[in-house]
């Protein structure tokens, strides 16, 4: 079986799974995670249904605290469920912390497509304040925890299809503005091509965070594993999601110091495969720098768990800076 990186330690099982959940819930996944006043916070995906009749109905978006970044206080309702004529879900959360706000970007699908958005969480945890929404299709934002040069700067994964071959040959993206609201001076960070291990597309992952040597962060790369029989509930699943790391410029982020030519983060436990919904698929969504160096980083496993590692900084500097 194929290893994660020897830098990151797992964990013994998840932080977090439907058992945790004490509401309807099917899959628990996909989470945004970040540190806000002294505690931990987490925002997960929460696919709902039947798990053992492999039925999902819906989702909506859980909420957590913890002391430690490992055990979990699920809140006792769901937190932010949007669903209207126009926008059918809101899922795949990342959170930021910028001047003691804490905002979270989001997806959204419409029924004229793939929307990105970024919100403010409110004050007392009731749920979100949306302040924009992209044009369709883009997702996979990830805003970073502080201002560039006077703005705000977040990564973003529009989806070209016209102009790329009809397929999902997806790249990363940084834009930049000085409200949240007006985006713009959009500039491509680093393309599919610019990655060994993704021959699909790739996205961001956990927002940013900064070290001397510049922004650190997480990214999924997309590989097209045709023909390697069922990995999961659905016939037609035949791609493999795995993890990388990459460094950007502080000033300007989008130049890329170093890119990982290897996989970050697969899935080798069993516990992040067991009856897994989409197996092999490995998701960040949250990534925290402790003041010991020591680097958390939240994924997603199989659409299906919530699961933590770790790792040290120097060493995924290392990794992404290695000629
Ligand atoms: C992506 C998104 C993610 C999901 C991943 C693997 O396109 O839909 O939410 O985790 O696929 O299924």
Redesign the pocket.
């Known amino acids: 079986m194929e290893k994660s990186n020897p830098v990151i330690k797992k964990l013994d099982k998840p932080v977090l799974t439907r058992h945790d959940i004490p509401y309807r819930t099917a899959l628990t996944?996909?989470a945004g995670v970040c540190k806000f006043r002294g505690r931990y916070v987490m925002v997960f995906r929460n696919d709902y249904g039947d798990f053992d009749a492999r039925k999902l109905e819906g989702t909506d978006n859980g909420l957590a605290f913890s002391d430690d970044g490992i055990k979990w206080d699920v809140s006792p309702k769901p937190f932010f469920h949007v669903e209207t004529d126009e926008i059918k879900r809101v899922?795949?959360t990342r959170l930021t912390v910028i001047e003691d706000t804490l905002y979270v970007c989001f997806?959204c699908d419409t029924r004229h497509g793939l929307r990105g958005g970024v919100g403010k969480v409110k004050e007392d945890f009731s749920g979100v304040e949306i302040i924009s929404l992209s044009a369709p299709d883009n997702r996979n934002m990830a805003l970073f925890p502080e201002k560039i040069n006077g703005n705000f700067v977040m990564l973003e994964r529009p989806m070209p299809v016209y102009s790329r071959g009809g397929k999902d040959t997806f790249d990363i993206w940084v834009c930049d503005s000085p409200d949240l609201v007006y985006w713009g001076n959009h500039k491509l960070v680093a393309g599919v091509e610019d990655v060994p291990f993704a021959d699909d597309k790739i996205g961001p992952a956990a927002p940013p965070v900064k070290t001397k040597e510049g922004w650190l962060t997480t990214f999924h790369a997309v590989e097209l594993t045709p023909g390697r029989g069922k990995h999961g509930w659905e016939n037609k699943w035949e791609?493999t999601?795995r993890a990388g790391i990459m460094l950007l410029d502080l000033e300007d982020p989008s130049k890329v110091r170093g890119i990982c030519k290897e996989p970050l983060i697969v899935c080798d436990r069993d516990y992040e495969l067991e009856d897994g919904f989409?197996q092999d698929?490995i998701?960040p969504g949250g990534m925290i720098l402790e003041d010991s160096g020591e680097v958390k980083i939240y994924y997603?496993a199989s659409?299906t768990v919530e699961c933590m590692c770790t790792a040290d900084v120097g060493d995924l500097i290392s990794l992404c800076l290695k000629p």
């Open positions: 996944f996909n899922y795949d997806a791609k999601y989409r698929a998701f997603g659409d």
